[in-house]
Structures are given as structure tokens and as C-alpha cells.
């Protein structure tokens, strides 16, 4: 059974720093893309940033100055650093993974990043 567990979040002041990781578990092969997308309340989930093997990245145009994403493929591992927070970054962050060997995706249950002044 496929487990995507994000971790990381919580509560940080405006132009604070933060790293959400991602663990996959439960599947032996190989993941194609990992990626993290988030939802603020009342408003529909939005892409953030994802990454391909060997390290290929795809931005939201207006995060891809603040924020970077990375990944560990032993570890079958995805982490998402954010700099200089603003209030408008405040939403559940959730992990996507693929793979291309079984033509799945799955999602973690989210983290919780609040922005305060």
C-alpha cells in the first residue's frame, strides 16, 4: 500500500522560512514525478512546483523565485523550501507522486502552513 506523508508545516511569521518534506512509501519501484500543490481556505487547489528524474523542475511562475524543490530518490523523498513567506502562501500543502511503471498517482493527506504578521 502506497503512503505519501507530508511533514513541515506550521505556523511561521511573514518573510519566515520553511521545509516541507515528503516520504513515499509502500512501493518498490521507481517514482516519475513528485510534486507539491496547495489549497487556501475556500479556494481550489493550486500547483506549486513539481520535479522528473534527474532533476527536471516546473514552477508556479509567481512562487518560482521564493520557493525551490528537491528530491532524494534513494530515500524516495520530496522537500519544498520556502523563503521569504507571505500571508498568501498560507494553505495546506499537499505531496503528488507518479509512477510511470503502474500509471498512478497518489496525494498525501496535506500540512498546514500559516503565514502570520
Known amino acids: 500500500q502506497v503512503q505519501v506523508v507530508e511533514s513541515g508545516g506550521g505556523l511561521v511569521q511573514i518573510g519566515g522560512s520553511l521545509r516541507l518534506t515528503c516520504a513515499v512509501s509502500?512501493?518498490?519501484?521507481?517514482?516519475?514525478?513528485m510534486g507539491w500543490y496547495r489549497q487556501a481556505s475556500g479556494k481550489e487547489r493550486e500547483f506549486v512546483a513539481h520535479?522528473?528524474?534527474?532533476?527536471?523542475?516546473t514552477y508556479e511562475e509567481a512562487l518560482k523565485e521564493r520557493f525551490t524543490i528537491s528530491r532524494d530518490d534513494a530515500k524516495k523523498m520530496v522537500y519544498l523550501q520556502m523563503e521569504n513567506l507571505k500571508t498568501e502562501d498560507t494553505a495546506v500543502y499537499f505531496c503528488?507522486?507518479?509512477?510511470?511503471?503502474?500509471?498512478?498517482?497518489?496525494w498525501g493527506r496535506g500540512t498546514q502552513v500559516t503565514v502570520s504578521s
Open positions: 503528488n507522486v507518479y509512477f510511470a511503471t503502474i500509471s498512478s498517482e497518489y
Open positions: 509502500g512501493v518498490t519501484g521507481p517514482v516519475y514525478r
Open positions: 520535479i522528473l528524474p534527474k532533476g527536471i523542475t
